[in-house]
């Protein structure tokens, strides 16, 4: 019977399964009520009459554990018919429309493991700054927020470590995003109105271990810094240093562009980060 089902579309074995399930039933057999009646009723007319009536019982043939062995049976076959369906619901949209069709409900929808939407993440250790809207965000600093291409933030950060302000873009981990760490982040991408002071960078950088490579992003100086966590050395448009730590301890492409500096931390390599860096815009 399995194979026979498995091997039939979805809704045609859910019908075979009913159709197996109402020949498998066992009912009690029917007592011949109407014959019942009219003997009773002759036997009464052939009765003297008394003054007592007697009471008309019609009689009941009882097959003892029969109604038990018989719900028993409905019971298990209903458990198997709710099994079969349940899985067929869960890997056929075909069969949870014929379902709802069935049922009356067309237009219906069955949805199947659908989640509400994610909590915010727990970032207070990364002093990112205040959660914000990106129109927020837009709105509170005096340059143009930047944004990859068909990257939507998850959420947005509002800073004051420098004088105008900075915004963190934050990203959960997804495909082609892997997490960072255990830090439950994807990727980070901050940016501020400022320039890297290039003469601390490297004296920044020499007792950590880590290793710093010169590139070009989008036409202006970038640099890809790996290994450990490390301070960068800025300088805001008044000319004042300001020190800043990586957050999450990954990989970091850091670049100008148009007057900010764009500072891109993931557990991606640096082709990917290349990649999303020359999609911001």
């Not at 109402?22 to 008394?50: C, F, I, K, N």
């Not at 920044?204 to 010169?214: D, E, V, Y």
Request: charged content about 20%; cysteine-free; aromatic content about 4%.
């Amino acid at each position: 019977m399995t194979e026979r089902i498995s091997s039939l579309g979805p809704e045609e074995a859910l019908a075979e399964g009913l159709r197996r399930l109402g020949r498998s039933l066992a009912y009690p057999t029917a007592t011949p009520v109407s014959s019942a009646v009219m003997r009773r009723l002759e036997d009464v007319r052939a009765r003297p009459r008394s003054g007592a009536v007697r009471r008309l019982s019609l009689p009941v043939r009882r097959k003892r554990g029969l109604a038990g062995r018989s719900w028993r049976t409905v019971a298990a076959g209903l458990a198997a018919v709710l099994v079969l369906l349940a899985g067929l619901l869960f890997v056929s949209p075909s069969a949870r429309d014929a379902v709802a069709g069935w049922l009356g409900l067309r237009g219906v929808r069955i949805t199947v493991g659908s989640n509400g939407p994610p909590s915010p993440l727990d970032l207070s250790t990364l002093q990112l700054g205040e959660r914000v809207t990106l129109e927020e965000a837009r709105a509170a600093v005096p340059y143009r927020v930047l944004v990859p291409a068909g990257l939507e933030p998850d959420e947005v950060f509002l800073g004051h470590r420098f004088a105008e302000g900075q915004v963190t873009l934050v990203y959960r981990p997804r495909a082609g995003l892997p997490e960072v760490r255990t830090t439950g982040v994807g990727m980070l991408l901050t940016e501020f109105r400022g320039e890297v002071d290039r003469e601390q960078l490297g004296k920044s950088l020499r007792p950590s271990g880590t290793t710093i490579k010169h590139l070009t992003v989008n036409g202006g100086q970038g640099y890809w810094i790996a290994g450990a966590p490390h301070l960068v050395y800025y300088l805001d448009p008044d000319g004042r240093a300001v020190a800043d730590t990586v957050r999450v301890a990954g990989n970091v492409l850091l670049w100008e562009q148009g007057g900010l500096t764009l500072r891109l931390e993931s557990a991606l390599t640096i082709s990917e980060a290349l990649a999303v860096a020359e999609s911001v815009r």
